[in-house]
């Protein structure tokens, strides 16, 4: 079992950043990917980022350029830097973890809001 816990999520003006981190406990040993993914209001649920223990990184189109996922190991944390947030950018922003042997675990997710 691994849990994941986020925060940073808030209230901020179009053009603004935001730092979004996500604790993992548990068997933080089995980890082999992290992810954040967002869902908007009336919208499903979409992949922002990824980073594996390798720190190799893969960016979907709304994050590219704008926003960068890192992990600090000693730490069991990864973080999402979102810099130029647009309105189209608020969400509830969703941490996931993929497990050995193929087990995902989700956060309970923490809302950005962008105001134009």
């Known amino acids: 079992q691994v849990q994941l816990v986020e925060s940073g999520g808030g209230l901020v003006q179009s053009g603004g950043s935001l730092r979004l981190s996500c604790a993992a406990s548990?068997?933080?040993?089995?980890?082999?990917?992290m992810g954040w993914y967002r869902q908007a209001l009336g919208k499903e649920r979409e992949l922002v980022a990824t980073i594996t223990t390798a720190d190799n990184t893969d960016y979907k189109e709304p994050a590219k350029g704008r926003f960068t996922i890192s992990r600090d190991n000693s730490k069991n944390t990864v973080y999402l830097q979102m810099n130029s947030l647009k309105p189209d950018d608020t969400a509830l922003y969703y941490c996931?973890?993929?497990?050995?042997?193929?087990?995902?675990?989700w956060g309970q997710g923490t809302q950005v809001t962008v105001s134009s």
């Open positions: 996931h973890a993929r497990v050995f042997p193929g087990f995902e675990f």
């Open positions: 548990g068997s933080t040993a089995n980890i082999m990917t």
